[in-house]
Nanobody, 121 residues
Framework: QVQLVESGGGLVQPGGSLRLSCAAS????????MGWYRQAPGKQRLLVAR???????QYADSVKGRFTISRDNVKNTVYLQMNSLKLEDTAVYYC???????????????WGQGTLVTVSS
């Protein structure tokens, strides 16, 4: 009943940019923290960036100064602007959000399906 749909992944050269989007849909009352995680092959899923409903941002050290997270609370959408991409940024990127919604108005942790970002020359 509540889902996150990501878009914007793809292939980019080192030094290039990509913008990921993630839209929440369904029976939504409110959305708390929204964020992006990534998982490289053979590695665990790690936090990339997170943004609160009030706009407070948090970043992994590896992306500080290169990535920017933002959100549009009217559109229930979170974005990740990725600049100066490096080979090691290659991973599947997952959107995450804490949403109060559904038929019984529960707090749900929701994940997107993932979008692949490949940085390669």
């Amino acid at each position: 009943q509540v889902q996150l749909v990501e878009s914007g992944g793809g292939l980019v050269q080192p030094g290039g940019s990509l913008r990921l989007s993630c839209a929440a849909s369904g029976r939504i009352l409110s959305i708390g923290d929204m964020g992006w995680y990534r998982q490289a092959p053979g590695k665990q899923r790690l936090l990339v960036a997170r943004i609160s409903s009030g706009g407070s941002e948090q970043y992994a050290d590896s992306v500080k100064g290169r990535f920017t997270i933002s959100r549009d609370n009217v559109k229930n959408t979170v974005y990740l602007q990725m600049n100066s991409l490096k080979l090691e940024d290659t991973a599947v990127y997952y959107c995450n959000a804490w949403i109060v919604g559904g038929a019984d108005h529960r707090l749900l942790e929701v994940w997107g399906q993932g979008t692949l970002v490949t940085v390669s020359s």
